[in-house]
């Protein structure tokens, strides 16, 4: 069973920095790609980035390209999203979703199981 938890989220002034973490299983670590997705009431659901398990390679968004990173700790079985010069467009829910079994990060959104989510509000 995937268990994705996630933190780090709150509140920052625009230009500002917050790093996400999501914690999981050395299982998941090891078998799927692990992405982040943010989510706006009333707007469609974004996949901002994904790393895949095989060699950490990752993908992002072009909304997030060069100011967003995502990482890996296999030790800690944690995915990280560092988020700089936060933009108020940012503010959104962030959770972390994985894909297929042995998949690699999708062009599309991830499908598989995902976390509650942290909120994220960049204030302008």
Not at 97 to 113: H, I, M, S
């Amino acid at each position: 069973q995937v268990r994705l938890v996630e933190s780090g989220g709150g509140l920052v002034q625009a230009g500002g920095s917050l790093r996400l973490a999501c914690a999981t299983s050395k299982n998941t670590m090891e078998n799927y790609a692990i992405g982040w997705h943010r989510q706006v009431p009333g707007s469609q659901d974004e996949k901002v980035a994904c790393i895949n398990s095989y060699d950490g390679s990752t993908t992002y968004t072009d909304s997030v390209r060069g100011r967003f990173t995502i990482s890996r700790d296999t030790a800690k079985n944690t995915v990280y999203l560092e988020m700089n010069n936060l933009e108020p467009e940012d503010t959104a829910l962030y959770y972390c979703a994985v894909g297929a079994l042995f998949g690699t990060c999708p062009p599309g959104p991830l499908r598989g199981e995902r976390g509650l989510g942290t909120q994220v509000t960049v204030s302008s």
